[in-house]
């Protein structure tokens, strides 16, 4: 579950960003940058990360504040399911990323196993959408959505990418060490049981 600090400090800059966005008065615009500010100092308090990366990242946005959302693409093969290396932290995930401007969440799915794994697939059905907050991720600045696709080879080799270095297929009982900010051992485990039961329903939470 989330810190509740950071809870608030992600309630407290939505509010403001919203608020920038619509406010027409001079006095309540500079109260709504004072929230702003006040998100960005205690992130910076709490984290230890520098004021102005957390503008860059954190505080930049602009327009009515809304989550955002990261595709997980669900590969199976002979019931083991489809992970990469990710370089950033020498774990493994579900190809995936985040959502792109122009594309549908099946598109995302596409694009991201074939330049993450070399395999191209067809995505089937939606599995599940999760808030991350509601799962054993490390803190994070943002709220998130996961939406988890089924899809199915068509084509491709294994063939690590920009952000992979490398391209396997695991049993669920042999799962490597997971790259929990994308993706946990629960929420894969979920996945196996859809694997397993195809009439299994979608879940959102």
């Known amino acids: 579950m989330e810190l509740k600090w950071l809870e608030w400090t992600k ?3 939505a509010i403001a960003q919203t608020g920038l966005t619509y406010a027409k008065d001079v006095y309540d615009i500079e ?3 004072a929230l702003r500010e006040m998100s960005i100092e205690i992130l910076s308090e709490y984290t230890m990360v520098g004021e102005e990366k957390i503008t860059l990242t954190f505080a930049s946005d602009t327009g009515y504040a809304t989550p955002k959302v ?10 083991r399911i489809l992970l990469v290396r990710e370089k950033i932290d020498g774990a493994w995930s579900l190809p995936g990323g ?8 099946s598109e995302v799915a596409v694009k991201e196993v074939r330049e993450e ?13 999760l808030d991350k907050k509601f799962h054993n991720h490390p803190p994070e600045p943002y709220h998130i959505y996961k939406m988890f696709i089924q899809c199915e080879i068509v084509g491709g080799d294994a063939q690590t990418g920009i952000e992979t270095s490398a391209v396997d297929f ?5 799962l ?11 929420q894969l485990q979920l996945m196996f049981e859809y694997n397993r039961d ?8």
């Open 11 to 13: 309630q407290i800059q």
């Open 31 to 33: 109260r709504y940058e």
């Open 70 to 79: 990261d595709i997980r693409a669900v590969v199976f093969h002979q019931d």
């Open 98 to 105: 985040w959502a792109d401007i122009g594309l549908s969440p």
């Open 117 to 129: 794994s070399g395999y191209t697939v067809k995505p089937l059905r939606l599995l599940a959408v």
């Open 170 to 174: 695991f049993e669920e009982n042999n």
């Open 176 to 186: 490597p060490e997971l790259s929990v900010e994308r993706n946990t051992l629960t």
């Open 198 to 205: 195809p009439n299994k329903k979608i879940i959102v939470d």
